[in-house]
């Protein structure tokens, strides 16, 4: 079936299976930050961005995103440096397979909540597993992140 | 020191930060064939007929293979050192099926509608037999796991595959018996740990090419390169020097990637077809056919004189191997080992083990490597043993730790030459307050918070066996090229190893470029496990650093027309002792680059006589809900003592995230099998792993002791941090409900059950 899709910006047409995921449409056009970590929608190493909000890849279907826009780490370089820089100075990203689907939720997190506690971080973000880190660094580096966001630096 | 000891980011980092492509998968070439495996549907079978014609006929496939096709040549799968003490128990594809998911057939196509089609059109007759499944029937069971004749061990390890033994053996230190007559308390218990899977983010993948010059090129997400190189000649019957293995970033491996699990297929396809291949496992794969840790029962005796001095400890470890032997002979001996040498006082050792042959899934290596399953074992009768002696499990260790100076007969009669875990167990109680949360306190909400307690330790290396070596060149303008061949599979060595460079050479760490795995181009290293890398490969680098020092020297006074006696180096020039001329860096190395002067490159490799181990205590604190058994993790704290610490973000985190894996493993990571022998959570769904809201809060900090035979003073970091939790958990769930647990995963419904048996008797 015919589809066209706005990734990152770019308007892409396309012929595809009724039954591929935006998970694989989005890397056939060369966006690798989104992995497939599992098949049960349970890792959060997919999560892209569907018209601005978070969503697991490997759960929707590429049709789904017709005439919509889709998100990807690639789309968001400057934003993922931003973030990124605390997470390395925390040493936190690790092997860093699921660093990219894990920032993409927490610059949408960043959008959506204002001034989030401890607990309301780990709950929206307990989606993203990680098997490194034991996520004390992440946390640390993400409120560092909201810390200097919110001085407006 | 300037850059050792210090929070240095990787060098990695911003390039995993920004998703770039980087791994296995993002790299491979698109016309790769799509690689894919039928799976046995049972756990002991033979294969009596198979039929592949339709399933060739499918459009787009490329080769169906089956074992007619592939080299009959039994190997291990055990990335470890040649000749390898896991038996050469495994063929790529055989006609004798050992457990449920063991390769039928290799199925390679053009994409994965064909692929997934014709896995289906394969035509096999299967000669069903009763399976062997309860590893504690194993030893001398009529059914046989590996009956065939061409089994066989390179390494006396003990194996008898008529007897379904990968392994057995003993060790023992005085007289257990007569010294267990002469003590005043005695406990003795067995314990039950499960089969884990490492769950690392990336599951196992690998692509395969001919290169330019008609070799095979195998690119994979392994910790061991050159062992893959070695294992995968061995298993196709090709030279050696016919294959090259590079290894890119990997998504963590926790010893998963110690095992060569998806190489050997895709490899295969490629010198069939002569195509670039690929194959990645799916994470239900990953789960059924990986590499987990072994499933043990361990029966643990320990006693001690009436003050509480342990005397003499006693441990038999029963392993199942599973159906193959990966590293089923030497996680074993670390049950004992590194165990029972955190106590080097007693007079008395003893540990025998058997490691046997089941129908489920064959074992590997997973971050500490059997010490874990002991540590959880004897720490747990340990904590006994302070209940019996009505004494705190702090005071009590506080008694009999090792300390430094002491011979740990138990640890291969090795001095232990550095060990602060005095000061560990000092700052832990300090840190979480234990004088006043021991051992509990009830909340009044029918809930109970109560605290624990555990030692461990590890080893750094396999003590003259594990070999590291690194190449540095000097370039132009006087920048370094580190070689490394040792992998960084996230745990940052690249970047550690560049530290311990950087220091040597009195020079930004920006001045050093690494690069990593490729074994055509790589100085020789076994690769990354057994906690080697920064105490092996790190002294490897300081030596290397010393050589090209040397060449630096020698041709800053070539070129001041001077004697090397006159002239010294600092980092960024080498200038004459009477400070009247210099060269710089970056003058010599170009003048390296031109007729006269000399090349510029040293490499030292380096192995240990030892294994010096890096000590930690861990504390935990929790709520049990005494009505459901659900145990919260309030605050867990570990202090190690890694040695010098190389890099302080870097072993935290480390030492954070193998408190969460352990914390997972503790309460409820557990590979559960049907009575058929085919494994029931194969997802992320079922077989459920520590999210940010398990884990409580995880505190770290270092008592450093100072390792002399170690670069910088460092031990190791990797493993040992996920000793702790389970037996530290078990103990604060003791302290709160009185309950002994001796099975692993201690779940909400164990507890729950366990108190309610409690309260009828």
Partial sequence: MEIKVKINGKVYQDNIDADMLLLDYVRSKGC???????????????????????????????????????????????????????????????????????????????NELENPTE???????????????GYMGQLRAIKKYLEQKSKGE | MRVVNKPIRKKDAMMLVTGKPVYTQDIAPKDC????????????????????????????IECVLTYKDIPQKRFTMAGQSYPEPSPYDHLILDKHLRCCGDPVAIVAGENEKAVDRALKLIKVKYDVREPLLDFTKAKDNEILVHPEEDF?????????????????????????????????????????????????????????????????????STQVPFHVRRILANALDIPKSQIRVIKPRIGGGFGAKQSVVSEVFPAVVTIKTGKPAMMIFSRSESMTNGSPRHEMQIRVKVGSDENGVIKAIDMYTLSNAGAYGEHGPTTVGLTGHKSMSL???????????????????GGGA?????????????????????????MDPVKLREKNMTAEGQVMESYYGELCASCALDRCMEKAKEMIGWDEKYPCKDMGNGKVRSVGVAMAMQGSGISNVDVGAVEIKLNDDGFYTLMIGASDMGTGCDTILAQMAAECLECDIDNIIVNGVDTDQSPYDTGSYASSTTYITGMAVVKTCEKIRQQILAEGARLLK???????????????????????????????????????????????????????????????????????????????????VVNTNLARVQTEGGIAQGIGMALYEDIQYTKEGRMINNSFMQYKIPTRLDVGKIRVE?????????????????????????????????????????????????????????EKN
């Fill in chain 2, 366 to 390: 997973y971050r500490g490597y059997g010490a874990t399953q002991g540590i959880f074992a004897l720490e747990s009768a340990v904590n006994e043993l302070a209940l019996k002696l009505n």
């Fill in chain 1, 119 to 133: 607990e309301e971080i780990k709950e929206y973000l307990s989606g993203n597993l990680c098997r490194c880190t």
């Fill in chain 2, 33 to 60: 064939l799509v690689v894919k495996l039928l799976r046995s549907p049972h756990a002991n079978a033979f294969i009596e007929d198979i039929n592949t014609t339709i399933a060739m006929k499918v459009p787009g």
């Fill in chain 1, 32 to 110: 690798y930050s989104a992995k497939r970590g599992c098949e049960t929608a349970n890792c959060g190493l997919c999560t892209v961005w569907l018209e601005g909000k978070p969503v697991l890849s490997c759960s929707v279907l590429a049709m789904k995103a017709n005439n919509k826009e889709v998100t990807t780490l690639e789309g968001l370089e400057e934003e993922a440096k931003e973030f990124g820089a605390f997470l390395a100075d925390e040493g936190a990203e690790q092997c860093g397979f699921c660093s990219p689907g894990f920032i993409m939720n927490v610059l949408a997190m960043k």
């Fill in chain 2, 152 to 220: 066989k061990a390179l390494c006396d390890v003990g194996a008898d595959n008529k007897r379904n033994l990968c392994s057995t053996g003993n060790f023992s230190y005085g007289d257990v018996n007569a010294e267990f007559e002469k003590c005043a308390h005695i406990v003795e218990r067995t314990y039950h740990t499960k089969a884990n899977s490492q769950a690392m983010m990336e599951t196992f993948r690998t692509y395969t090419h001919m290169d330019l010059y008609g070799r095979l090129n195998i690119v994979s």
């Fill in chain 2, 343 to 361: 106590y080097a006082g007693a007079n008395a050792y003893n540990f025998d083990y058997d490691v046997v042959y089941t129908n489920t899934m």
């Fill in chain 2, 702 to 758: 270092f008592e450093s002791s100072y390792e002399p035979t170690g670069p910088f003073g460092a031990k190791s970091i990797g493993e040992i941090v996920i000793n702790t939790p389970s037996p530290a958990i078990s103990n604060a769930i003791c302290n709160a409900t009185g309950l002994i647990m001796t099975e692993l995963p201690m779940t909400a419904e164990k507890i729950a059950m366990g108190i309610l048996e409690n």
């Fill in chain 2, 562 to 644: 001077t004697e090397v006696e006159n002239v010294d180096f600092d980092g960024q020039k080498v200038y004459t002792l009477d400070n009247s001329s210099s060269v710089t860096l970056s003058e010599i190395g170009y003048s390296s680059y031109v007729a006269g002067g000399g090349c510029i490159t040293a490499s030292e490799s380096n192995f240990s006589p030892v294994s010096p181990p890096p000590f930690m205590v861990g504390m935990v604190e929790l709520e049990i809900d005494k009505l459901t058994g659900q145990v919260e993790i309030i605050d867990y704290v570990a202090v190690v003592d890694c040695g010098t």
